[in-house]
Protein backbone atom coordinates (compact mmCIF):
# COMPACT_ATOMS: atom_id res chain seq x y z
CA UNK A 1 0.00 0.00 0.00
CA UNK A 2 0.98 3.54 -1.16
CA UNK A 3 -0.59 6.51 0.57
CA UNK A 4 -0.25 10.02 -1.49
CA UNK A 5 -0.60 13.19 -0.46
CA UNK A 6 -0.94 16.22 -3.19
CA UNK A 7 -0.58 19.81 -2.05
CA UNK A 8 0.01 23.10 -4.30
CA UNK A 9 -3.43 23.52 -5.94
CA UNK A 10 -5.19 26.82 -5.71
CA UNK A 11 -6.77 29.63 -7.85
CA UNK A 12 -4.15 31.31 -10.42
CA UNK A 13 -5.02 33.90 -13.37
CA UNK A 14 -4.17 31.91 -17.24
CA UNK A 15 -0.60 33.08 -17.78
CA UNK A 16 0.08 32.23 -14.42
CA UNK A 17 2.60 29.42 -12.47
CA UNK A 18 1.75 26.14 -10.54
CA UNK A 19 3.91 24.03 -8.83
CA UNK A 20 2.23 20.82 -7.19
CA UNK A 21 3.56 18.02 -5.18
CA UNK A 22 2.85 14.19 -3.83
CA UNK A 23 4.63 13.04 -0.95
CA UNK A 24 4.59 9.09 -0.50
CA UNK A 25 5.21 7.32 2.38
CA UNK A 26 7.03 4.27 0.47
CA UNK A 27 10.43 3.55 1.60
CA UNK A 28 10.54 1.96 -2.01
CA UNK A 29 9.56 4.88 -3.34
CA UNK A 30 12.42 5.19 -6.06
CA UNK A 31 10.80 1.98 -8.12
CA UNK A 32 7.33 3.52 -8.56
CA UNK A 33 6.56 5.38 -11.88
CA UNK A 34 4.72 7.94 -10.91
CA UNK A 35 2.51 10.12 -12.95
CA UNK A 36 -0.49 13.27 -12.64
CA UNK A 37 -3.89 13.00 -13.82
CA UNK A 38 -6.84 15.51 -14.12
CA UNK A 39 -10.20 15.87 -13.76
CA UNK A 40 -13.05 18.77 -14.73
CA UNK A 41 -15.71 18.56 -13.99
CA UNK A 42 -18.47 16.44 -15.64
CA UNK A 43 -15.24 14.39 -17.34
CA UNK A 44 -13.29 11.77 -17.29
CA UNK A 45 -9.81 11.48 -15.55
CA UNK A 46 -6.86 12.34 -18.24
CA UNK A 47 -3.14 11.58 -18.05
CA UNK A 48 -1.07 14.70 -17.75
CA UNK A 49 2.38 13.75 -17.12
CA UNK A 50 4.29 10.45 -15.84
CA UNK A 51 7.87 9.67 -15.03
CA UNK A 52 9.12 6.00 -14.69
CA UNK A 53 11.51 4.80 -12.01
CA UNK A 54 14.41 5.06 -14.39
CA UNK A 55 13.20 8.90 -14.92
CA UNK A 56 12.00 8.66 -18.45
CA UNK A 57 8.98 10.87 -19.10
CA UNK A 58 6.07 11.43 -20.95
CA UNK A 59 3.44 13.86 -21.36
CA UNK A 60 -0.22 14.40 -22.82
CA UNK A 61 0.03 16.43 -25.76
CA UNK A 62 -1.86 19.06 -23.38
CA UNK A 63 0.97 19.60 -21.32
CA UNK A 64 3.81 19.27 -23.88
CA UNK A 65 6.43 22.57 -23.52
CA UNK A 66 4.00 23.95 -20.78
CA UNK A 67 4.41 21.17 -17.96
CA UNK A 68 7.67 19.50 -16.33
CA UNK A 69 6.91 16.33 -14.13
CA UNK A 70 10.27 15.38 -11.82
CA UNK A 71 10.90 13.38 -8.72
CA UNK A 72 13.30 13.18 -5.79
CA UNK A 73 13.48 10.20 -4.60
CA UNK A 74 15.50 10.97 -1.75
CA UNK A 75 12.09 13.21 -0.37
CA UNK A 76 9.85 10.38 -1.99
CA UNK A 77 8.31 12.89 -3.61
CA UNK A 78 7.03 14.17 -7.34
CA UNK A 79 6.65 17.69 -8.73
CA UNK A 80 4.52 18.68 -11.90
CA UNK A 81 5.50 22.35 -12.16
CA UNK A 82 2.77 24.29 -14.55
CA UNK A 83 3.55 27.13 -16.67
CA UNK A 84 1.23 29.23 -19.27
CA UNK A 85 -1.57 27.84 -17.61
CA UNK A 86 -5.04 28.41 -19.34
CA UNK A 87 -8.55 27.86 -18.17
CA UNK A 88 -9.24 24.69 -19.78
CA UNK A 89 -6.41 23.38 -17.24
CA UNK A 90 -8.74 23.72 -14.19
CA UNK A 91 -9.59 20.67 -12.74
CA UNK A 92 -8.43 17.95 -9.45
CA UNK A 93 -5.12 16.95 -9.84
CA UNK A 94 -4.12 13.53 -8.59
CA UNK A 95 -1.16 11.66 -8.36
CA UNK A 96 -0.72 8.09 -8.86
CA UNK A 97 1.85 5.53 -8.32
CA UNK A 98 2.75 2.38 -10.27
CA UNK A 99 5.35 -0.56 -9.31
CA UNK A 100 7.94 -0.20 -11.41
CA UNK A 101 5.98 0.91 -14.74
CA UNK A 102 5.77 4.60 -16.47
CA UNK A 103 3.17 5.19 -14.27
CA UNK A 104 0.27 5.62 -16.31
CA UNK A 105 -1.97 3.08 -14.94
CA UNK A 106 -1.55 3.65 -11.37
CA UNK A 107 -2.45 0.95 -8.45
CA UNK A 108 -2.65 3.46 -5.74
CA UNK A 109 -4.05 7.33 -6.13
CA UNK A 110 -4.10 10.16 -4.03
CA UNK A 111 -7.18 12.47 -3.09
CA UNK A 112 -5.89 15.18 -4.95
CA UNK A 113 -5.19 18.94 -4.97
CA UNK A 114 -7.76 21.57 -6.73
CA UNK A 115 -6.59 23.94 -9.26
CA UNK A 116 -8.46 26.44 -10.43
CA UNK A 117 -7.36 28.65 -13.59
CA UNK A 118 -9.21 32.16 -13.68
CA UNK A 119 -9.40 33.58 -16.74
Known amino acids: QVQLVESGGGLVQAGGSLTLSCAADKRSFSNYGMAWFRQAPGKEREFVAAIKFSGETTYADSAKYRFTISRDNDKKSVYLQMNSLKPEDSGVYYC?????????????WGQGTQVTVSS
Open 96 to 108: GAQWRANGKRPEY
